[in-house]
């Protein structure tokens, strides 16, 4: 299939999706309908063109942020969503939370240039099943698309190495603080890192607490330099560990 766009390669080399292509599962007596979500109009015409050649996937609607993409994932009820990270007016993370409650069978496939780390840990907690940078092969987009559609998660083989050689980072400082008492947290400190635990953005924080977006920032802070964090994802797992939040 040959490129009709952007910086996608026509030719799959060492960056491709990792996981089992369409004949992992069982054939499908209907469509995979993809909503597309990207800000440059060129990039959606480019992937439809390409989504079009493939007969088991159907291109039913585009949108050009994360605000219009709630909109038509409430609407047209997609089985896949491939969606950009940064996004003017709505992000696609911010996006991804409100997608999954107006269309909670929806999977969210981020398809983006962005490789920063914290990207990916965001989309991934918001909801994403994938997470494809832009330089993999078309060929490889309607595969993961037919991977996700059948239950499997897709993340680039590059980001998803960051993701395994931070988790080893983590277990490691998670062990190493084990020697040490656990730094006493104020009142407020832990009600703050109860709601961080739950996945609550600090706005929405500082709405449930009553305090200001600001406050809740300097509460967050103070958190992570007590517990020697580095990270939103570390409290989580620090939480969950010294049995804060109650996973039930």
Do not use: W
């Amino acid at each position: 299939m040959a490129d009709s766009f952007g910086p996608m390669r026509a030719e799959g080399a060492g960056d491709g999706v990792g996981g089992t292509g369409p004949e992992a599962g069982s054939p499908r007596k209907e469509p995979i309908r993809v909503l597309v979500v990207d800000d440059h109009a060129l990039f959606r015409r480019g992937l439809e063109i390409v989504l079009a050649a493939e007969e088991d996937i159907q291109v039913v609607g585009e949108a050009g942020d994360g605000a219009e993409a709630v909109e038509k994932a409430a609407d047209l009820l997609p089985d896949i969503i491939l969606m950009d990270v940064r996004m003017p007016k709505r992000g696609g993370i911010e996006a991804c939370t409100s997608i999954k409650e107006v269309a909670p069978s929806a999977k969210i496939i981020m398809l983006t240039i962005s490789d920063e780390e914290a990207d990916l840990y965001d989309a991934i907690k918001a909801g994403a099943t994938g997470y494809l940078l832009k330089e993999i092969s078309t060929d490889e987009v309607a595969t993961a698309i037919r991977a996700v559609a059948d239950g499997q998660s897709q993340i680039s083989p590059s980001m998803a190495s960051k993701l395994l050689t931070e988790f080893k980072s983590m277990i490691q400082r998670t062990d190493e603080r084990r020697l040490v008492p656990a730094p006493r947290l104020t009142d407020r400190e832990l009600e703050v890192l109860k709601l961080v635990a739950t996945g609550m953005n600090n706005r929405d924080i500082a709405k449930e607490l009553f305090i200001s977006e600001n406050t809740v920032k300097n509460h967050v802070r103070n958190i992570l330099e007590k517990l020697q964090l580095h990270s939103r994802m570390e409290a989580v797992v620090y939480a969950m560990r010294e049995k804060i939040l109650e996973i039930r």
